[in-house]
């Protein structure tokens, strides 16, 4: 809090949850009372074609079923979290950084006017209907750091996410998942199987890289407005890359290093990180982050935990602006 005391808020740097976050349902409650979350919401089901509608309404029903489908949970994450930033700068945050997690890093892109929404979107429905066709594979986060896990990754078993100092995403086919999760427990290691179908950022899904290449090859990308951090590259987005489709496409395959992105972020200063995603997943793991126990950055969600129901869910939305504000940035916190 010194940043703020002594007059200089420290900056505002937007997180955007992607493949793995907890509760990509969340959300609804802002749906129909914020105006911008809303429209925002709507302009990414509306150009998701006839199956926005549905996924609209599977949402606002607040059925999770099936939301580990590639084809539900990263629309779903996209439009989330692209609608958490729009209603962010509408009430006056001006983020200095943006970070992005798998498809959050989409998001991001988009906020950053890297790529527009119009575009994103069809890049998005393009990658989740090519993927669908990858061999059958999924994911499975371990708590351990990747040194610990070289024995596991075998098979076409590789290391999908760096998701903190010992929290790692393996990604894989089936089988050698299994294989890998049994040799891990063996060795007294926590680990679980993700939600995800499929394989995300392991070479299992180059095929849907190759099948929507052309898509990319076609769309125009920008330097970016604002900072980028991207978990692709755990540094931040330079313009040459911003600018290459083939940095995009590849997205999909390589493994996402939050953790070593986050790292240099907070390495570069001091922030007031904004986790604008659901069941506070980006939060959770920057907390785990040195400089929050120092008390140099902070983090905040503007969604509530998952097991918050009712009215207690608005607050967080406002508990995260009133804090912005605190921080010494002119915010509308109603």
């Known amino acids: ?57 599977e949402w606002l029903d607040g059925r999770e079923d099936g939301l580990d489908d590639a084809g539900r949970a990263q629309p779903l994450l996209f439009a989330l979290g692209h609608a958490l930033g729009r209603l962010l700068l509408d009430r006056g945050v ?14 991001a892109a988009v906020l950053a006017g890297v790529v527009s929404l119009p575009d994103a979107v069809r890049l998005l429905a393009a990658r989740t209907h090519a993927v669908r066709d990858t061999p059958p594979g999924g994911m499975l ?12 990754l075998r098979d076409g078993v590789v290391v999908g996410a760096v998701n903190g100092p010992a929290q790692t995403v393996l990604a894989g086919p089936d089988a050698a998942l299994d294989r890998a999760q049994e ?37 125009a990308f920008r330097a970016p407005d604002v900072a980028l951090y991207s978990a692709c590259t755990g540094r931040p987005l330079t313009g040459r890359e911003a600018v290459d489709p083939g940095f995009w496409a590849r997205q999909l395959c390589e493994p996402v290093l939050f953790w070593p992105a986050l790292d240099r972020l907070l390495g570069d200063g001091d922030f007031l990180l904004v986790d604008a995603g659901p069941g506070e997943s980006l939060l959770s793991l920057a907390r785990r982050h040195p400089s929050m126990a120092t008390g140099r950055s902070a983090v905040v969600s503007a969604l509530p935990p998952a097991h918050l129901t009712g009215k207690d869910r608005g607050a967080a939305l406002a508990g995260a602006l009133r804090r912005i504000a605190a921080e010494g940035h002119r915010v509308r916190v109603q």
């Open 1 to 57: 809090m010194e940043s703020a005391k002594a007059g200089r808020p420290r900056p505002v740097a937007l997180l955007f949850a992607g493949q793995g976050a907890q509760h990509p349902g969340m959300g609804a409650h802002l749906y129909g009372t914020e105006p911008v979350f809303t429209d925002a919401m709507d302009a990414v089901f509306g150009l998701l074609g006839p199956g926005g509608a549905a996924l609209r309404a």
């Open 94 to 107: 001006r983020p200095a950084a943006l970070l992005g997690h798998s498809v959050g890093e989409a998001v």
């Open 141 to 152: 986060a371990v708590a351990a750091p990747v040194r610990a896990l070289e024995g596991a």
């Open 183 to 219: 040799w891990l427990r063996q060795r007294g290691l926590l680990c679980r199987r993700a939600r995800a179908r499929q394989a995300f950022h392991s070479p299992l899904v180059a095929p849907a890289v190759t099948a929507t290449s052309a898509e990319y090859e076609r769309t």
